[in-house]
T-cell receptor, first 113, second 115 residues
Framework: AQSVTQLGSHVSVSEGALVLLRCNYSSSVPPYLFWYVQYPNQGLQLLLKYTSAATLVKGINGFEAEFKKSETSFHLTKPSAHMSDAAEYFC???????????FGSGTRLSIRP | DAGVIQSPRHEVTEMGQEVTLRCKPI?????LFWYRQTMMRGLELLIY????????DSGMPEDRFSAKMPNASFSTLKIQPSEPRDSAVYFCASSSLDFPSYEQYFGPGTRLTVT
């Protein structure tokens, strides 16, 4: 069975500050890991994915995530937050043997001016 | 590609009425998923299809909900009769066996309000 846990349902940072959104996963097989972003009144959009290649994955809009097997983590970071980053972020997991994705509960990111 | 297309974008209906939500997946995708999103319950997988065949409908809340995929380019999610607690945003997503990670592409959603 697979699962993901997102730590913190709401994160607030100042514009220009580091963004860190936490995600831990559980998987009995090598996982594929994703971060999706949902802007207000829109569908989910793939931000980045890990599929067993490089452990540091770069995505759109300056975001990146690092796969750490020893910590079963896949945290999302951005060095400098922008007002346009305000959105809901979802971590998700699947595998080569799973045709569906398991989503976390989401973290709402707010940016303070 | 136009991406996943959903219609209508907004639906307001009265309790007891039938509601039909529509989805056109990305051409060539083998999998189609229906999700429901609410503030209380977050994002829930309702049902998914592979090559037009329902694979897992364990997330369908009750018999009032039904989903069909008559061909590779069209799916419907029907609620009959609708109830106020069905108010939510319903998303359709698709993915392809050609991408081993099965990353999903989401439509813009249908916001359903049942009064």
């Amino acid at each position: 069975a697979q699962s993901v846990t997102q730590l913190g349902s709401h994160v607030s940072v100042s514009e220009g500050a580091l963004v860190l959104l936490r995600c831990n996963y559980s998987s009995s097989v090598p996982p594929y890991l994703f971060w999706y972003v949902q802007y207000p009144n829109q569908g989910l959009q793939l931000l980045l994915k890990y599929t067993s290649a490089a452990t540091l994955v770069k995505g759109i809009n300056g975001f990146e995530a690092e796969f750490k097997k020893s910590e079963t983590s896949f945290h999302l970071t951005k060095p400098s937050a922008h007002m346009s980053d305000a959105a809901e972020y979802f971590c998700a997991v699947s595998s080569s043997s799973a045709s569906k994705i398991i989503f976390g509960s989401g973290t709402r990111l707010s940016i303070r001016p | 590609d136009a991406g996943v297309i959903q219609s209508p974008r907004h639906e307001v209906t009265e309790m007891g009425q039938e509601v039909t939500l529509r989805c056109k997946p990305i051409s060539g995708h083998d999998y189609l998923f229906w999700y429901r999103q609410t503030m209380m319950r977050g994002l829930e997988l309702l049902i998914y299809f592979n090559n037009n065949v329902p694979i897992d409908d364990s997330g369908m809340p009750e018999d009032r909900f039904s989903a069909k995929m008559p061909n590779a380019s069209f799916s419907t999610l029907k609620i009959q009769p609708s109830e106020p607690r069905d108010s939510a945003v319903y998303f359709c997503a698709s993915s392809s066996l050609d991408f081993p990670s099965y990353e999903q592409y989401f439509g813009p959603g249908t916001r359903l309000t049942v009064t």
